[in-house]
């Protein structure tokens, strides 16, 4: 090869390597502009990936808001609907109450017009037995006197006699409260007007009227109850009313002159232990005259403190309630922290128990001052009471006590929620 040859194969690989070189600063150009393009591409992704992100989050937190506030609205409308229950549930409280006494008076009139029928039924008995004896006697006379008067002309007695045999005729004074002039000539159409004034004087004689009535008292008893024990009870004489001193409307009753049985006040020691104090006063007991009155009620038991109400039921329950606060007004309920419920005696339970309210709930005492069937109740009057009605009314109640204090209704009397009776209360006032 010639040497023309290797310099032009020179000078070639010298263009290749000029023109590989221009290639390589090409493509590094071209390659920043590339890596630039895809960076600015990448920064809008990631910017619009960062946009879409935030949207998100906001989306999320506006969904959380909407769930929390639909939790406070499920909230609200589960404590009306439990609101509204329980006002439902008063409210058929009270109906059933005014039914039950509607029949409970009903059946008390319907009973009493029952005795007074029966009682005048008796009264009419007696008198149509009197007037009926009165009428037999007059007939047993006119037939004597007929007798008489036939014997008499048989024998040719003259005329005079037999007026003055007919004359010499007595009434009963002790059954004819007026006196009968007997005719010279009997007239058997006069004992029917005779019996007639009787009546009369009959209807215009009270024989209620006491201030009226001087002779002894004739006790009718009814044949079917001849043969009973039973005795007969007199009317009570009328009490005179003394006059209260204005400033002074407190009864104090002396202890010693109430007879108390030791099961009445059995369990008294827990209550002195549970409020402290071991003295004790009654200022009420519905034994006493007036017992079921309200006026009584509210009396004994104003502007005293610590009182202890014992209740005592048909089924031989003892239970009640304290308050430490001063009874100072009725009508209203009277809220008391140091406030407790207790039950003393009940079938079925070892010992007596004190309750208490719950926390958060303020329980007291309520006193009627006009009530006729409630003197007071314990507990909230909108949730949970234990109603004390007077000794006549069987609708006395433990309603809903859960509520409102630490126990079962049950664990009163035994009673949960249905009516009883009450034999007797006293008040104590602790000291």
Not at 82 to 95: A, D, S, T, V
Not at 153 to 178: A, F, L, M, P
Not at 210 to 224: C, D, L, M, R, Y
């Amino acid at each position: 090869m010639s040497e023309s040859h290797y310099k032009s194969i020179e000078s070639i690989q010298k263009n290749m390597k000029l023109i590989i070189k221009e290639l390589n600063e090409h493509n590094s150009d071209v390659k920043e502009i590339v890596q630039m393009s895809i960076y600015s591409k990448m920064m809008e992704t990631q910017q619009e990936y960062n946009e879409y992100e935030n949207a998100i989050k906001e989306l999320e937190e506006m969904i959380e808001g909407k769930e929390n506030l639909l939790t406070i609205h499920k909230n609200s409308i589960k404590l009306l609907t439990e609101i509204l229950l329980q006002y439902q549930n008063e409210i058929n409280y009270l109906e059933q109450k005014e039914n039950d006494e509607k029949e409970y008076y009903n059946t008390f009139i319907d009973k009493l017009i029952e005795i007074e029928e029966t009682k005048k039924n008796n009264e009419i008995s007696t008198i149509e037995q009197k007037y009926s004896n009165i009428k037999n006697e007059f007939e047993l006379k006119k037939k004597q006197i007929i007798n008489n008067l036939n014997t008499k002309e048989e024998e040719g007695n003259d005329k005079k006699e037999n007026v003055n045999e007919r004359k010499s005729i007595e009434i009963n004074e002790k059954e004819v409260t007026q006196p009968i002039e007997v005719p010279n000539v009997i007239n058997t159409n006069s004992i029917q007007k005779d019996i007639d004034q009787l009546i009369e004087i009959e209807e215009n004689y009270d024989m209620y009227d006491e201030t009226k009535f001087t002779g002894s008292v004739t006790t009718i008893i009814p044949p079917q109850f001849a043969q009973s024990s039973c005795k007969v009870v007199e009317p009570p004489h009328s009490l005179n009313k003394l006059p209260i001193n204005q400033k002074e409307k407190v009864i104090h009753i002396n202890p010693q002159n109430i007879k108390q049985t030791e099961e009445q006040f059995e369990g008294i020691n827990y209550i002195e232990n549970w409020c402290g104090l071991k003295n004790h006063l009654i200022l009420f007991d519905s034994s006493l005259p007036n017992g079921n009155s309200n006026e009584t009620f509210v009396s004994s038991i104003l502007n005293h403190s610590n009182i202890v109400v014992l209740v005592f039921d048909s089924l031989g329950s003892v239970f009640g309630g304290y308050m430490n606060k001063p009874i100072q007004t009725t009508d209203s309920l009277i809220t008391d922290s140091n406030h407790f419920l207790f039950s003393l005696k009940k079938k079925n339970h070892l010992q007596p128990i004190q309750i208490l309210p719950k926390k958060d709930k303020l329980v007291g005492m309520y006193i009627h001052s006009t009530n006729k069937n409630e003197l007071c109740y314990f507990g909230d009057e909108n949730y949970g009471w234990l109603s004390i009605q007077k000794t006549t009314i069987p609708k006395s109640v433990c309603c809903s006590l859960n509520m409102v204090y630490e126990v079962d209704n049950s664990m009163i009397n035994g009673s949960d929620g249905e009516g009883f009776l009450i034999d007797r209360i006293v008040v104590l006032e602790m000291s």
